[in-house]
């Protein structure tokens, strides 16, 4: 934890203008991977996998979960919420993506269409710094619950203050790099992975009646093949399976974890290839009937058939 701090904190120190425009950007973007990866510790901080017993660490990752637009009130009900509900058809939208079925998406309303799309949109997970992070974890819990989320306010107006300060005193210049561009490049890779680990070929949902703890881990959680680089800058997160299936393992030993348990070995995978994120992305609604999800050309595909005959009939009417 503070070893990323601190590489953090350089990171983002030579984004200002004292170095070459070259050198900025580069640190700029490190900065953003280095946000991504303190994210996913304090997501283990919170989970209390490490530094459990710690007040100091406690006392840092809740000012980092304020600096990363992530306060801790939300983030722990509503990411708890999500390890108990994740993969059932009911109520796992709290801390995850929504997840619909076919029958439930055709039944809606244009604008009640368009607003579940919307989330599930590559453009709103690209701009999750706005839309997941800015609005989703700060602004919207705290209109909903101001005593409970007050922290989540805190986050919102401290993010405006550092902005206003660095364009104030630094210019526009330093202001994209040292915070726009970092909370970008994090908000985006961390909003993906909060999607593609529960949104990718081959994964299933479960009404109540036939939801487990253990098979959501198991077959509702991806296990995200990454290279040495990315696997350090996520901190593991990739092996989500894993710590669904056990929350308290520390991020450094989920490798260790699966490389030890036979059964983790066999999890349903996707990466951070264009192909594999274009796979992902493309899935919208869940599919009882055959039991996967499909995309929106597929639900087309399948409504086809029973629009003819409906058509077919009113013309012999």
């Not at 070459?20 to 580069?26: E, G, N, S, T, Y």
């Not at 079925?101 to 309303?109: C, P």
């Not at 991020?251 to 490389?259: D, I, K, S, V």
């Not at 992305?281 to 996967?292: A, G, I, M, N, S």
Request: hydrophobic share 45%.
């Amino acid at each position: 934890m503070l070893s990323t701090s601190f590489l953090l904190l350089m990171a983002l120190a030579a984004t200002f203008r004292i170095f070459p425009l070259v050198a900025r950007i580069v640190c700029s973007v490190a900065a953003g991977l280095l946000i991504l990866r303190l994210f996913v510790i304090y997501h283990d901080q919170q989970h209390h996998a490490i530094l459990r017993k710690s007040r100091l660490a406690e006392f840092l990752m809740r000012a980092f979960g304020i600096y990363s637009l992530s306060a801790s009130s939300i983030w722990r009900s509503s990411h708890n919420y999500h390890h108990n509900h994740n993969s059932r058809l009911r109520g796992s939208h709290i801390g995850s993506f929504p997840v619909m079925t076919k029958a439930q998406f055709v039944e809606l309303s244009r604008g009640k269409r368009f607003a579940y799309l919307f989330v599930r949109h590559p453009l709103t997970i690209l701009f999750g710094y706005v839309f997941m992070f800015l609005y989703g974890m700060c602004l919207n819990p705290f209109l909903n619950n101001p005593r409970k989320h007050s922290d989540c306010a805190v986050a919102l107006v401290t993010h405006i203050a550092i902005a206003t300060s660095l364009l104030y005193f630094f210019g526009w210049q330093t202001l994209l790099l040292a915070q726009t561009i970092p909370h970008f490049i994090g908000c985006a890779i961390g909003t993906y992975l909060f999607y593609a680990q529960h949104n990718f070929p081959g994964v299933s949902f479960e009404e109540k009646s036939g939801w487990t703890y253990e098979k959501a881990a198991l077959e509702s959680s991806s296990y995200m093949v990454t290279g040495p680089v990315m696997s350090w800058f996520t901190a593991n997160i990739g092996y989500h399976h894993v710590h669904h299936l056990n929350s308290r393992i520390p991020f450094y030993r989920l490798p260790e974890a699966l490389r030890a348990i036979p059964e983790l070995q066999r999890a349903k995978t996707t990466s951070l290839h264009p192909r594999n994120i274009f796979r992902c992305l493309r899935l919208k609604v869940w599919d009882v009937e055959t039991q996967r999800m499909i995309s929106l050309s597929e639900i087309k595909q399948s409504l086809a058939p029973s629009i003819g005959a409906s058509n077919t009939a009113a013309n012999l009417n």
